[in-house]
């Protein structure tokens, strides 16, 4: 069978269909000779006459008659596989898609996407994950649909990535810290009381180099693993939190921003996806949502 051609299973199907060459020859748009080699040819194939001579016409032999309903299965299974994706039937769309993105992204963006998914798709679930490192395998066995996050040096080559938007580090106290009253210098910003969020990859570590090449160190007093402990830790007390200022948006209300008296490089929040799905057209809708929720964030923020 290494020589099947299985396009004879196309013509086989439309034999048995009109059970005629001449018929046969005229669908498929081919001359009667080259259909009576393909009907050979199949015989060949299938060891069976398929189609025999009864008067003027051609009947189906019992084997032909056996496998007219699976050869019609396989062709309307095979186009298919081949047909373009037909055009996405939104209000029909049942599917529950994965987001893995670090503490403040849901909190900040999720309210927006979720009210944007439910206005155009009303059977789509969103499952919000948490991001614990930079590992790309859950976006490659499909565990995971969508990511948010900085391009690092573990994400796989292969990874598709589109930025969402700017952000940059600020420091954030409670309302009446004293740092929320007067002039921030590098040494009173250091000298603070600070909680410190240490993970696996993770770009806080330019605020210490800052400080470093001015000769300060921050008065750390407890470390956590994310950002939104962290903040939770400086809105109860006199503790200081440093964190992206626009993607842990919605975990700061009530409390006082301040920029950071030290020169830190903005970065780059960007979308993560397993090139597999570039073409799916839920997951193009999905995408297209995502960057528009982040820009609809950023035209609020700006107001």
């Known amino acids: 069978m290494d020589s099947l051609d299985l396009n004879l299973l196309v013509t086989l199907d439309v034999l048995l269909d009109e059970g005629s060459v001449v018929g046969a020859a005229k669908r498929l748009q081919l001359s009667a000779s080259a259909m009576s080699r393909a009907l050979a040819r199949l015989r060949e194939v299938t060891g069976d006459p398929l189609l025999v001579r009864a008067g003027r016409g051609l009947v189906p032999t019992p084997r032909a008659l056996q496998l007219r309903w699976n050869v019609r299965q396989v062709v309307i299974a095979a186009e298919a596989v081949l047909r373009p994706a037909l055009k996405l039937d939104l209000l029909s769309l049942a599917r529950t898609f994965s987001i893995r993105s670090t503490e403040g992204f849901a909190e900040t963006f999720g309210a927006e996407l979720i009210a944007r998914v439910s206005a155009e798709a009303p059977l789509v679930k969103l499952s919000f994950l948490t991001k614990q490192d930079k590992d790309s395998t859950p976006l490659r066995d499909g565990t995971v649909d969508l990511e948010t996050g900085v391009i690092g040096r573990m994400?796989?080559?292969?990874?598709?990535?589109?930025?969402?938007?700017?952000?940059?580090?600020?420091?954030?106290?409670?309302?009446?810290?004293?740092?929320?009253?007067?002039?921030?210098?590098?040494?009173?910003?250091?000298?603070?009381?600070?909680?410190?969020?240490?993970?696996?990859?993770?770009?806080?570590?330019?605020?210490?180099?800052?400080?470093?090449?001015?000769?300060?160190?921050?008065?750390?007093?407890?470390?956590?693993?994310?950002?939104?402990?962290?903040?939770?830790?400086?809105?109860?007390?006199?503790?200081?939190?440093?964190?992206?200022?626009?993607h842990t948006a919605g975990l700061c209300d009530g409390m006082h921003l301040f920029r950071l008296p030290v020169p830190v490089e903005d970065f780059t929040i960007s979308l993560f996806w397993h090139p597999r799905l570039d073409a799916d057209p839920a997951h193009r809708w999905l995408r297209a949502l995502v960057l528009d929720a982040c820009k609809g964030a950023k035209r609020r923020t700006s107001s």
């Open 155 to 246: 994400m796989g080559p292969e990874i598709r990535a589109v930025g969402l938007f700017r952000d940059r580090f600020v420091g954030v106290v409670r309302r009446g810290h004293g740092l929320s009253k007067g002039g921030i210098t590098p040494e009173r910003y250091a000298a603070a009381r600070h909680v410190v969020v240490e993970r696996r990859g993770l770009r806080a570590a330019m605020v210490d180099e800052a400080l470093e090449r001015v000769g300060l160190v921050r008065n750390a007093v407890a470390t956590v693993g994310g950002f939104g402990p962290a903040i939770a830790l400086a809105r109860g007390s006199d503790i200081v939190a440093t964190v992206p200022e626009r």
